[in-house]
């Protein structure tokens, strides 16, 4: 079964197309699941990110309406930085969601680490404060899936270095054992794939942590922000989590997992 939970529509910052477009998308390339997750971030020092959920929501109401014999479509948002703003949590019981993710885009100083300067920073340093803190929002919670554990490695792009958490699991397990304590979902991210770095992420070792500590909910996203990127880096997915021992992937509707199973041989 194919299923994108981590997407992009027009009604994020960042994207473009209309959700129609998304669905549509997805229905051509086999997909039973698609997750409408747009940005909502958070600050310590600034106003949030706007998003018109209302819209959203209703975009997505008449496309289950017209599509729900070929695809099921899920009402979902990714809210960065959580714990910075109390609101955020408050929003979560104010909206019908399917899915929540939550994402760790930029530390307290409220600079993305897509526009930190890598050259001038303490990488070292940088990973495992970063860490730290998505330990912290784990803790604090109020979302069920975490995305891309590994969003500050595919901007840390420099000549001959291919950054990775291998020197970093002692602040890894931590966050791998609050997700599992929590019932939050670990995140493959299709996104690494199409950057520097060529592989979707975590790592293996990461993965393999997880399942040794006991962790079993996996979600999987392309992390797509147009129409045509719906799926892409899917399968690669899949077989990262067949890879690593996981057969079933984790899908949230009104807000409860259920575990759809993807098989034991990768595609």
Same mark, same amino acid.
């Given at each position: 079964m194919?299923v994108?939970?981590?997407? $992009?529509?027009?009604?994020?910052?960042?994207?473009?197309?209309?959700?129609?477009?998304?669905?549509?998308?997805?229905?051509?390339k %086999?997909?039973?699941?698609? !997750?409408i997750?747009d940005h909502? /971030?958070?600050?310590?020092n600034?106003?949030?990110? !706007?998003?018109?959920?209302?819209? *959203?929501?209703?975009?997505? #109401?008449?496309?289950?309406?017209? @599509?729900?014999?070929?695809?099921? *479509?899920l009402?979902? +948002?990714? +809210? %960065?930085?959580?714990?910075? #703003?109390?609101?955020?949590?408050?929003?979560?019981?104010?909206?019908? @969601?399917?899915? *929540?993710?939550?994402?760790? $885009?930029s530390?307290?100083?409220?600079?993305?680490?897509? /526009?930190?300067? =890598?050259?001038?920073?303490?990488?070292?340093?940088?990973?495992?404060?970063?860490?730290?803190?998505?330990?912290?929002?784990?803790?604090?919670?109020?979302?069920? *899936?975490?995305? $891309?554990?590994? =969003?500050?490695?595919?901007?840390?792009?420099?000549?001959?270095?291919?950054?990775?958490?291998e020197?970093?699991?002692?602040f890894?397990?931590?966050v791998?054992?609050?997700?599992?304590?929590?019932?939050?979902a670990?995140?493959i991210?299709?996104?690494?794939?199409f950057s520097f770095?060529n592989?979707?992420?975590?790592?293996?070792?990461?993965l393999?942590?997880?399942?040794?500590?006991g962790g079993?909910?996996?979600?999987?996203g392309? #992390?797509?922000?147009?129409?045509?990127d719906? %799926?892409?880096?899917?399968?690669e997915?899949?077989?990262?989590?067949?890879?690593n %021992?996981?057969?079933y992937?984790? +899908?949230?509707?009104n807000?409860?997992?259920n575990?759809?199973?993807?098989?034991k041989?990768?595609?």
């Amino acid at each position: 079964m194919l299923v994108d939970l981590h997407t $992009h529509s027009k009604y994020s910052f960042d994207a473009q197309d209309e959700i129609l477009d998304l669905t549509l998308s997805a229905i051509k390339k %086999g997909f039973s699941y698609i !997750a409408i997750t747009d940005h909502k /971030d958070y600050f310590w020092n600034k106003e949030p990110i !706007a998003l018109d959920i209302e819209n *959203v929501q209703n975009d997505i #109401d008449k496309i289950r309406k017209e @599509f729900s014999d070929k695809i099921t *479509v899920l009402k979902g +948002i990714e +809210i %960065g930085e959580i714990y910075a #703003d109390k609101n955020a949590l408050e929003l979560t019981k104010n909206y019908n @969601f399917d899915i *929540v993710i939550g994402s760790l $885009h930029s530390m307290p100083n409220d600079i993305d680490f897509y /526009d930190m300067d =890598y050259t001038k920073l303490d990488s070292d340093k940088l990973l495992k404060e970063y860490l730290l803190e998505v330990k912290n929002m784990c803790e604090y919670g109020g979302f069920d *899936v975490l995305a $891309h554990i590994d =969003y500050p490695l595919r901007k840390m792009e420099k000549a001959n270095i291919k950054p990775s958490f291998e020197n970093y699991m002692e602040f890894i397990t931590p966050v791998l054992k609050t997700i599992i304590d929590r019932e939050i979902a670990l995140e493959i991210n299709a996104a690494g794939l199409f950057s520097f770095l060529n592989n979707v992420g975590p790592e293996s070792f990461v993965l393999e942590e997880y399942k040794r500590l006991g962790g079993k909910m996996i979600s999987i996203g392309s #992390d797509a922000h147009y129409a045509k990127d719906i %799926g892409r880096g899917i399968k690669e997915c899949i077989n990262h989590a067949i890879n690593n %021992g996981f057969e079933y992937v984790t +899908i949230f509707e009104n807000r409860k997992p259920n575990q759809i199973y993807i098989g034991k041989e990768k595609i």
